[in-house]
């Protein structure tokens, strides 16, 4: 590739000779980056330079992002460390949040706190799946119910195909839904320490073709929606997608009273009436209080599809009183989609994000990594939940955030 500079391709670009995405064809990728820059600059009123400012090779982000002019820098902060009792992770571990929001580390900080003086948090993985359901024409519903019954008779062959494609996903189950003249499959896969979602879709493309192949049924979509990915669905928050976590933690009524300055009735009112009926009143999937803002956090930070922080939030936090007067906490994710490979954690910051929790690239035996992180992201979102809970239970909330100026 012959040196050039980013004016000299930008020129280009001005005569017609050459279109933004065709630039790192022609020179290294900063080139191409800094030359889209300079095209910006030109049609803004705004200084865009400072978006060149980023410690990366543009070139280790050609599978993340297209057209690249630089670089959004979010702040990287840390809560913990706190102690976790998982079945993939364990140990003392801080936390790693990316966010602009004012208070909120601090406020996870605080909750961690509060789990470690209870002797942690407990986390475990109760379900995995990555998901991709197909729709298929068929003429009535009689064909619909044959098509289903040729898929029960040849799962095998599907598996066959579907596996094919993937030398590391395996698929779990097909579960058809008919709708008149529509049948909806959704393919469910254990994809590993991958997020899987290109994996599930590459392998679904496999079984359709030879479902199209063996039968009248005709693929309109690959995505039918029933998948369902990056909006919220209530198929996820029942039958859950990537992976259902759970952590709970009982925290001693001294400590509730002494750290948190409120009862453990209190917080477990505040649950009842806020997040469950609240919740329900509002008709939301998630029945918690801001589990979105501990997942959005930490997939920022360790290098997650942030759009599936949508089902991420599917989540439901409880809180009761125990025999013994204490308090025990647990929160819930449905469908938290997450990887320790492939996707943003390539990216090198992303990547020093994962290795803050000790889970960058596949874990050992496979699938383990993904499933420490997403035990790391239960904890945090638990430790938000306790800390906001107790906050709006000593009516703390409003002077936190003005203490901190935020």
Known sequence: MTETTAEALADRVRAGELRLHELEEHAAADVATAARRLLVAETVDADVDVLGEYAFDAAAADANIENMIGAVQVPL????????????LSGDRYLPLATTEGALVASINRGCSVLNDAGGATARVTKRGMT?????????????????EWVDDNISELRAAAEATTN???????????????????????????????????ATGEACALIEAETDASLVALSGNLCSDKKPAAVNAVEGRGRSVSADVTIPREIVEERLHTTPAAI???????????SAKAGSLGF????????????????????????????ITTAETTPEGDLYCS????????????????????AAGLEILGVRGGGDPAGTNADALAEAIAVGALAGELSL???????????AHADLGR
């Open 132 to 148: 991709r359901a197909p729709v298929f024409r068929v003429a009535d519903v009689a064909a619909a119910t044959a098509l289903v």
């Open 331 to 350: 929160v819930s994710l449905a469908s938290l989609e997450v990887g320790t490979v492939g996707g943003g954690t390539r990216l090198p910051t992303q």
């Open 389 to 399: 809970l107790a906050a709006l239970g000593s009516r703390h909330l409003s002077s």
């Open 268 to 278: 477990a009112e505040i649950n009842t009436r806020k997040n469950l009926v609240g």
């Open 288 to 315: 918690n209080a801001h589990v979105a803002n501990a997942v959005a956090a930490m997939f920022l930070a360790t290098g997650q599809d942030e759009a599936q922080v949508v089902e991420g939030a599917n989540a």
């Open 77 to 88: 902060g840390v809560a913990g460390p706190v102690a976790v009792d998982g079945d993939a």
């Open 168 to 202: 590391h996903g395996e698929l779990v189950d097909v579960t058809p839904y008919v709708v008149g003249n529509n049948v909806y499959l959704r393919f469910r896969y254990d994809t590993k320490d991958a997020m899987g979602m290109n994996m599930a879709t590459i």
